[in-house]
């Protein structure tokens, strides 16, 4: 898993490597992600903060912060 700063943008993103093929699909790891996403937002509060699923075949699967 990895926590980046978009140096241009100011965006944090929080990524979540996974080996599934379709991660989004798993409501247990959605939940872990918009948690995971939530913290960051509150520790940078004003900053603006998205989330993605990094899969097993090299795909990123951005995830809304909705639940």
């Given amino acids: ?17 996974k ?3 379709r991660p989004e699909r798993d409501a247990a790891l959605l ?3 918009r948690r995971y996403r939530a913290a960051v937002a509150a520790i940078h509060a ?3 903060v998205r989330a993605a699923f ?3 075949q090299g795909a990123l699967v951005e995830v ?3 639940g």
């Fill in 64 to 66: 809304d912060g909705d």
């Fill in 54 to 56: 990094l899969t097993g």
């Fill in 31 to 33: 939940a872990q992600l």
């Fill in 46 to 48: 004003g900053a603006p």
């Fill in 1 to 17: 898993d990895r926590l980046v700063r978009h140096r241009a943008s100011g965006t944090w993103w929080v990524l979540d490597y």
């Fill in 19 to 21: 080996s599934a093929a």
